[in-house]
């Protein structure tokens, strides 16, 4: 446990980076950017599973190992959505959500 | 110290996700994710997870925004700014993302957590390497696996998707 800085703060740190999170994936409307909004809302869940492991339950590591599945997860994640991106635009030259409504070659 | 550095590095995280997703240049919103990313590391650092820092590092610093760098390189203009999001979309944007902090960080001020008593584990990699593959009390070796599994069919199906499509000549 850190000295003079609660576990609140923490948390608050982390549910602000999760809402600007979700506010980028709402107000963007390209593809690359919106997978990066997605990738600072895991971040922010990832701060709040090891901050609880240390501060609530020091004597074990859940907290740490599930945040560990979570970066392998973002990580599996981010591979595939790049892959059907650069699919996306070598089909229709072009990757804002606007632009890609059909499914067809 | 411990307090300064912690709202530095909350500081950072705070400014740059901020920037990240309000810049109008796709590069520059990298960089700052990247810069965001680091922060995060940092503050596993100061919570005593080494390794769990060194694989923010590596994997989400080092791996996947160069991947996502690559990506913007491959499909954009380098000079290319985007067009100013349109006011509805901000409007929606900016009061779901208040409504939903004030929420959450009410919840959290109201509630008091009791800090746990039990001694601190020391997080070296012996103690890493015996539970993530153990079987008994404290092992993950069913959520690795899974994982691991996932991991293969997420590689699988990323080189199906990006390959190129064969003409139907040159077959046989």
């Known amino acids: 446990m850190i000295q003079g800085i609660p576990l609140e703060h923490f948390l608050i740190v982390s549910t602000i980076m999760f809402f600007i999170g979700v506010c980028g994936f709402i107000i963007r409307r390209n593809l690359i950017t919106m997978l990066m909004a997605i990738e600072l809302i895991l971040n922010s869940v990832n701060i709040n599973f090891v901050v609880f492991n240390r501060y609530l339950y020091p004597d074990q590591l859940q907290g740490q190992f599930f945040s560990l599945f979570v970066v392998g997860i973002a990580a599996a994640e981010a591979s595939v959505a790049i892959a059907l991106i650069i699919n996306i635009y070598r089909n229709m030259k072009n990757i804002e959500v606007e632009n890609v409504n059909e499914m067809k070659y | ?172």
């Open chain 2, 1 to 172: 110290m411990n307090v300064l550095m912690f709202y530095l590095f909350s500081g950072i995280i705070l400014i740059f996700s901020l920037l990240s997703i309000t810049t109008r240049r796709i590069l520059r919103a990298a960089v700052y994710l990247l810069f965001v990313l680091v922060a995060t590391s940092g503050l596993y650092f100061m919570l005593k997870y080494q390794f769990m820092a060194a694989v923010q590092l590596t994997l989400y610093a080092g791996g996947i925004v160069v991947l996502i760098i690559f990506s913007i390189l491959l499909t954009h203009h380098i000079t290319h700014r985007f067009k100013h999001p349109n006011l509805t979309k901000l409007l929606m944007g900016i009061g779901a993302t208040t409504v939903g902090i004030g929420l959450v960080i009410t919840t959290i001020l109201s509630h008091s957590f009791k800090a746990g008593t039990a001694p601190e584990l020391p997080v070296d990699m012996t103690v890493i390497g015996n539970q993530l593959l153990s079987t008994g009390k404290n092992g993950y070796i069913l959520p690795f696996e899974l994982i691991s599994i996932l991991l293969l069919a997420a590689m699988i199906a990323a080189i199906v998707i990006a390959k190129k499509e064969n003409n139907k000549n040159s077959e046989i």
